[in-house]
């Protein structure tokens, strides 16, 4: 499974942005998918996740109320949706792939494919 994260950019505090996340190789339908992020000087950290029918999502505290992650499976494609963003959101972005575990999970090692991340820089 190969996956483009996509979306990023720069963007004054408070502005919104999109990533998005196409999967290829094949089908991540199945898959319970993730966003995390990794900001210069730290350790990756779970953002958000979702299961496969997207009943379960599940967000760190920090992105609670603020972001949304959704997918499409039709479309093989992962998003979060990142509203009323702050300074303290400047990341790369990376999206992520579980294939067995039918729950969501906070651990990077969980996780078997990773997209090349995206960076999301907020200018206060």
Same mark, same amino acid.
């Given at each position: 499974?190969?996956?483009? *994260? ?8 408070? &502005?919104?942005?999109?990533?998005? !996340?196409? *999967? ?5 339908? /199945? ?15 779970? $953002?958000? &996740?979702?299961?496969?029918?997207? &009943?379960?999502?599940?967000?760190? @505290?920090?992105?609670? &109320?603020?972001?949304?992650? /959704?997918?499409?499976? *039709? ?8 509203? =009323?963003?702050?300074?303290? @959101?400047?990341?790369?972005?990376? !999206?992520?792939? @579980?294939?067995?575990?039918?729950? $969501? ?17 907020? =200018? /206060?």
């Amino acid at each position: 499974v190969q996956q483009q *994260a996509s979306g990023g950019g720069l963007v004054q505090a408070g &502005g919104s942005l999109r990533l998005s !996340c196409a *999967a290829s190789g094949r089908t991540v339908n /199945s898959y319970t998918l993730g966003w995390f992020r990794r900001a210069p000087g730290k350790e990756r950290e779970f $953002v958000a &996740g979702i299961t496969w029918r997207g &009943g379960s999502t599940i967000y760190a @505290d920090s992105v609670k &109320g603020r972001f949304t992650i /959704s997918r499409d499976n *039709a479309k093989n494609t992962l998003y979060l949706q990142m509203n =009323s963003l702050r300074p303290e @959101d400047t990341a790369v972005y990376f !999206c992520a792939a @579980d294939r067995s575990r039918g729950i $969501v999970t906070r651990t990077p090692i969980n996780y078997d494919y990773w997209g090349q991340g995206t960076q999301v820089t907020v =200018s /206060s």
